[in-house]
């Protein structure tokens, strides 16, 4: 094989995993043929600048089991940089979720077709707006200027060993922290009322307070979601910026 051929099924290896994986594209309600094809295209795309990358490798007589290993470690890259891209929606869902129980709708819970993922309706509206916002923000120029310096700077040379992981735990565990302060006035409100029925239960045992209370939570927390539209906006903003450096610094870790 030539090396332009090779070349292209090594950036194939890894688009196609980054597609797969990403979570705007991982979806069911998108065509595995969309999927092949936005591949196919953004390799052919990338397939000139990983091939002057490669050019320390004797491409035309690589062997199989070297050819593998290559195709092996693309595929492990593109798993990396969806992770990395999964730092933009993960604070909105893990907002939602903690919005939903704490208004109890926690146990209304819905299975997402398109996942295979059980996740409650607040959790999937605010992962809807992360999406919005996400294009909104041009994140996705972002995204693609992302993958083309993966392939001029990180083709060949990642190893485990060499991976920032502290950094990468530190970052998922910042996307709880993110998560909570998004809808932090929301609990704040929503804590002060489950703190006050419980006062009056307690006043007035004879009064059933518990068949109000949870209609009162889902409609207070419905209204307390508009009221405070604006700053989860603006705090869903912040905290994509707070993404964006993450990704930009975990990246850096990974060229050294």
């Not at 390799?43 to 690589?62: G, H, Q």
């Not at 146990?107 to 607040?122: E, F, H, K, R, Y």
Request: contains cysteine.
């Amino acid at each position: 094989m030539t090396a332009e051929v090779i070349g292209f099924l090594l950036v194939l290896a890894r688009v196609s995993v980054l597609v797969a994986l990403f979570p705007l594209f991982s979806r069911r309600q998108l065509p595995n043929l969309v999927k092949l094809g936005l591949a196919t295209a953004l390799s052919l795309f990338w397939t000139p600048a990983a091939v002057t990358e490669l050019n320390s490798i004797d491409l035309p007589n690589i062997s199989g089991p070297h050819f593998t290993l290559l195709v092996i470690e693309q595929m492990f890259i593109g798993f990396l940089l969806a992770m990395l891209m999964g730092l933009f929606f993960w604070p909105a869902k893990i907002a939602g979720a903690y919005v939903a129980q704490e208004i109890g709708l926690s146990l209304a819970s819905i299975s997402d077709p398109n996942s295979q993922d059980s996740s409650t309706l607040v959790s999937r509206i605010f992962e809807s707006f992360s999406v919005l916002l996400f294009f909104a923000l041009n994140l996705h120029h972002f995204m693609l200027l992302v993958i083309d310096l993966s392939f001029k700077r990180v083709m060949t040379h990642v190893g485990l060993m060499e991976l920032p992981t502290e950094g990468w735990v530190q970052a998922y565990a910042a996307c709880t922290d993110w998560g909570l302060l998004i809808i932090a006035p929301i609990l704040v409100l929503l804590m002060l009322v489950t703190v006050i029925l419980t006062f009056l239960i307690r006043a007035a045992p004879s009064l059933n307070l518990f068949s109000i209370g949870m209609p009162l939570r889902v409609g207070l927390g419905a209204l307390l979601l508009c009221l405070f539209s604006p700053i989860i906006f603006a705090a869903l903003e912040h905290y994509m910026y707070r993404a964006k450096e993450e990704v930009e610094s975990l990246l850096s870790s990974m060229m050294g």
